[in-house]
C-alpha cells in the first residue's frame, strides 16, 4: 500500500563561487542543515540518495554517496546511491527517495543533491556538460549545449516569431527576482542593455542567456504524511512524482520545439495529483537556457505552444503574474550546480509553501518543480502542496 | 539539381525503417537485424547556429557553423557545414551531404 510522502526539512548551501569547498563538504554542509531544520538525527536516516552528474569528471572522486554517506556517519544498515541524468540527477533523486519512503521500506530518506564545478576551466566544464549528448554521434559535431537550445531557439523564432528580446527578458526576470535571493550566485542589478550586449555564445543564444557554472549543494528529509507533524508544523506534501524518457539526441527528436519527455512527466505529475497546470501557484522549471524557459513553460501546459516568449514580454511569468516561474532567479542566475539544482528548487518551493520565500509568491498553495537531462532524454516533474 | 553523394544510414532488416548510425535494434519494431543503406544526399536546414564558445576538443575550430538539417525519407541529423559557405546558412536553406567523417560526423555544403 503506497503511503504519502512529505518534505519535512529543507537545507542549502549558497549556489555560486564556492572556494575552498569540496564536492563531499559541500554535500555534508546541506545535509546537516536539512537534519537540523528536521529535527531529525542522521542515526534515524534509512537511506541516502545523492544526485549529482559529474562527481568523477570534475572532482575527481567516484562512489560519492557512500563516500558522503560515511562521513555523514550515517548506520552501516543505511543504502547510499548516487542517481544520475545529467541535469535532472537531482529531480530523481528526490523521486528515487519518494519511493522508498511511499513503498514502506524506509521512514526516513536524506535526498541531497551536489556539484562542484568552479574550480575547473570553462571549455573543462563545456566538455563534460557535453557527455550527456549521445557520443556516438551529436556529441562528436562540436555542437555544445548552448549550441543546441541555439538550434531550437532559432527555429523557434523562424514558426512563432519568439524573439531575442523575448529570450533577454526571461533572462532580466531571473535576474531580478535573485537580487533578493541570498542563495543565489548572482544578487546584482543587470540591464536589459547588458544582457542584450552580451558576448555572442552560439546564436542567437549570448551569455546571459546561458545558466552560470556553479558550486552548491541541496537536501531535504522525507517521511511518511502521516508521520510527518511528529517532525515539524510545517510540513509540505508530495502529491506528484514523474519521471519520463525522450529521445537519446536533438535530431531524434520528432518535433525539437517540444519536449516530448516533459509533456510526459507532467502528464503523469499532474494526473497523481488530480491537479492542472492552473492550479499550481508557483514554478521553479529548468532554464539551464533562457530559451529552455520558454520551451518548458509551453511543454508544462502553462502558455500553448509558441506563445512562452509573448507570455514573458506580457509579464505573466513575473512574481506578480498569473503564474510566478523562477522566483528564486532559476538556473539562469540562481546558478545551476547541475547534480544539486533538483534539489534546490525543492528547497525553493518548500519554502514558498512554508510561507517563508524573500520572493514569496502570495497564498502559494500548490508548487511544481521540473528538471530536464540533456535535450530531452529525462524529464522529472514534482508536485508540492501546503500541508 | 547538384549530383550529389548518397548519406550512409541503416535500415532495419525486419520492418525497413530507417536510421541515422549507429542504433544496436530497430526502436521501432525491436528488429536486431541492422543493414547498412543510403538515402539521396540532399537536405534543407531545419535550424542553425554558429558556436563560438566549444567544447575543449574543438575550441581551436570557432567560430563554426553546426546545422539541423531535414533528409529524405524523414530523417534529421545534427550535422556540420564545411567552411567556405557558412554565412549563406539559413532555414530552409538546400544543402548537399559532403562526408561522412569518423570523427566529427556527417558535414554539409551549401548548394551555391
Same mark, same amino acid.
Request: aromatic share 6%; net charge negative; charged share 20%.
Given at each position: ?15 555560486? %563561487? ?5 564536492? #563531499?563538504? !559541500? ?8 537534519? #537540523? ?38 548506520? #552501516?544498515?543505511?543504502?547510499?546511491? #548516487? ?121 542567437? !543564444? ?68 488530480? !491537479? ?5 501557484? %508557483? ?105 | ?112
Amino acid at each position: 500500500m503506497a503511503r504519502s510522502v512529505s518534505v519535512i526539512g529543507i537545507g542549502t548551501t549558497a549556489f555560486g %563561487v564556492l572556494e575552498g569547498k569540496g564536492l #563531499k563538504a !559541500l554535500a555534508i554542509d546541506a545535509c546537516n542543515d536539512a537534519l #537540523k531544520d528536521a529535527n531529525v538525527d542522521r542515526s534515524a536516516i534509512d537511506a541516502l540518495y545523492v544526485g549529482n552528474f559529474l562527481s568523477g569528471v570534475l572532482a575527481g572522486q567516484e562512489a560519492i554517496a557512500p563516500q558522503i554517506g560515511y562521513q555523514l556517519g550515517l548506520r #552501516k544498515e543505511t543504502p547510499c546511491t #548516487k542517481v544520475e541524468g545529467a541535469c535532472c540527477s537531482g529531480g530523481i533523486a528526490l523521486r528515487h527517495g519518494y519511493i522508498l519512503v511511499s513503498s514502506g521500506l524506509a521512514e526516513l530518506v536524506l535526498v541531497v543533491g551536489v556539484e562542484k564545478m568552479t574550480h575547473a576551466s570553462t571549455e573543462k566544464n563545456t566538455e563534460g556538460l557535453a557527455m550527456a549528448m549521445d557520443h556516438e554521434t551529436e556529441l562528436k559535431t562540436g555542437v555544445s549545449f548552448a549550441g543546441l537550445f541555439a538550434l531550437v531557439a532559432k527555429r523557434h523564432m523562424y514558426e512563432f516569431k519568439t524573439t531575442p528580446e523575448h529570450l533577454a527578458l526571461v533572462s532580466h526576470k531571473n535576474h531580478e527576482n535573485s537580487i533578493n535571493n541570498p542563495r543565489a550566485r548572482f544578487r546584482n542589478k543587470v540591464s536589459l542593455e547588458k544582457i542584450r550586449d552580451s558576448k555572442m555564445v552560439a546564436d542567437p !543564444l549570448r551569455l546571459y542567456d546561458c545558466c552560470p557554472i556553479s558550486d552548491g549543494a541541496a537536501a531535504v528529509v522525507l517521511c511518511a504524511t502521516e508521520n510527518a507533524r511528529t517532525f515539524t508544523e510545517t510540513p509540505v506534501d508530495i502529491v506528484g512524482v514523474a519521471q519520463s524518457t525522450g529521445y537519446n539526441s536533438l535530431y531524434r527528436t520528432p518535433n525539437p520545439l517540444t519536449f516530448d519527455a516533459t509533456v510526459i512527466a507532467a502528464k503523469k505529475a499532474f494526473h497523481m495529483a488530480g !491537479l492542472q497546470p492552473d492550479d499550481v501557484d %508557483v514554478v521553479e522549471l529548468h532554464d539551464c537556457f533562457s530559451m529552455a524557459e520558454i520551451v518548458d513553460s509551453e511543454d508544462l501546459g502553462f502558455f500553448p505552444k509558441g506563445r512562452g516568449g509573448f507570455a514573458v514580454a506580457d509579464g505573466l511569468t513575473r512574481l506578480d503574474g498569473k503564474i510566478p516561474i523562477n522566483p528564486s532567479g532559476g538556473l539562469l542566475s540562481k546558478g545551476h550546480p547541475v547534480g544539486a539544482t533538483g534539489v534546490g528548487q525543492v528547497y525553493e518551493v518548500v519554502r514558498q509553501l512554508r510561507g517563508t520565500h524573500e520572493n514569496q509568491v502570495r497564498n502559494a498553495e500548490v508548487a511544481l518543480t521540473h528538471n530536464i537531462g540533456g535535450t530531452g532524454q529525462v524529464a522529472t516533474v514534482n508536485i508540492f502542496r501546503r500541508h | 539539381m547538384v549530383t550529389a553523394t548518397p548519406i550512409p544510414v541503416i535500415r532495419c532488416r525486419a520492418c525497413g525503417r530507417l536510421g541515422i548510425p549507429p542504433q544496436y535494434m530497430c526502436d521501432a519494431c525491436g528488429g536486431c537485424e541492422i543493414d547498412p543503406a543510403e538515402i539521396p544526399g540532399h537536405g534543407r536546414v531545419y535550424s542553425h547556429t554558429t558556436i563560438r564558445v566549444a567544447p575543449d576538443a574543438f575550441a581551436g575550430q570557432i567560430p563554426y557553423t553546426v546545422v539541423l538539417v531535414d533528409l529524405e525519407s524523414n530523417l534529421r541529423i545534427t550535422a556540420r557545414v564545411t567552411p567556405g559557405s557558412e554565412d549563406l546558412v539559413d532555414v530552409g536553406r538546400e544543402l548537399i551531404f559532403d562526408r561522412l567523417d569518423a570523427d566529427t560526423g556527417y558535414w554539409f555544403r551549401v548548394v551555391p
